[in-house]
């Protein structure tokens, strides 16, 4: 657990409620996968590090670094440069990029040569080039934003789900809202498959029902299996 007695600094204690870090700035307060990131700036520039579940730094200092994420954390040692470590704190292969984001469902979303694109953990290429940051969704589906400032939904090949859409918002139960350019929405699963109809609105769903509606004002609930749910109407 992250304490902090006063402003400016915190440190982990153990469930003993003893100290077992030294201070720092800033400490993540969920660790992943075993790691904590903590910054510091005792000097000038902030240092970002990793602290194990027993309060000890490991793989040395960072101008910055992502908590770690299917066994790989992207780190930098310089503005600009990043690149991918394992948890023995070697590289995961010999590239550096402009920009990159976490692993997740196998693929990592980097910038090289001002180009955006997805990489496997071999640092091959996946998919396209893309004219923004791809946001992986699930196994096999990522979303990202055209150039005209519409959203698409794709697979990891480049293959579209969704070519154009107004707007997409995923949620943690697994689901994508899609508003289309008349304003009217739907929902679509990870997989890409489209759950229930068209609505007149929809709210995102949450804890395993959205709330729509089919006529102005007269709202109903919905599962994820796109089925009418609950009995209640607002």
Not at 158 to 178: L, N, P
Request: proline share 5%; hydrophobic share 35%.
């Amino acid at each position: 657990a992250v304490v902090s007695e006063t402003p400016d600094k915190c440190y982990l204690i153990n469930k003993k409620g003893e100290k077992i870090s030294k201070e720092y700035d800033s400490i993540s307060d969920v660790p992943k996968e075993g790691f904590s990131v903590a910054t510091d700036a005792p000097f000038g520039p902030l240092i970002s590090c990793f602290v194990d579940e027993f309060g000890k730094e490991q793989f040395g200092s960072w101008s910055s670094a992502n908590g770690f994420s299917e066994g790989v954390a992207v780190v930098s040692k310089n503005p600009g440069d990043h690149f991918f470590i394992d948890k023995a704190g070697k590289p995961l292969f010999d590239k550096i990029f402009e920009y990159a984001d976490d692993f997740s469902f196998g693929v990592a979303p980097v910038r090289d040569n001002s180009r955006y694109y997805l990489i496997d953990k071999k640092g091959e290429q996946v998919g396209p080039f893309y004219e923004n940051a791809p946001h992986v969704l699930g196994e096999n589906i990522l979303e990202v934003i055209n150039a005209d400032g519409t959203w698409a939904i794709k697979k990891f090949n480049g293959d579209s789900f969704i070519e154009k859409c107004h707007t997409a918002f995923f949620s943690e139960d697994g689901m994508i809202r899609i508003q289309e350019a008349d304003n009217k929405y739907y929902f679509i699963d990870t997989k890409g498959e489209r759950v229930g109809k068209t609505y007149l609105t929809a709210r995102p769903f949450k804890e395993g029902f959205a709330a729509v509606s089919t006529v102005p004002g007269k709202y109903f609930f919905i599962n994820l299996k796109g089925e009418p749910a609950l009995d209640g109407q607002s």
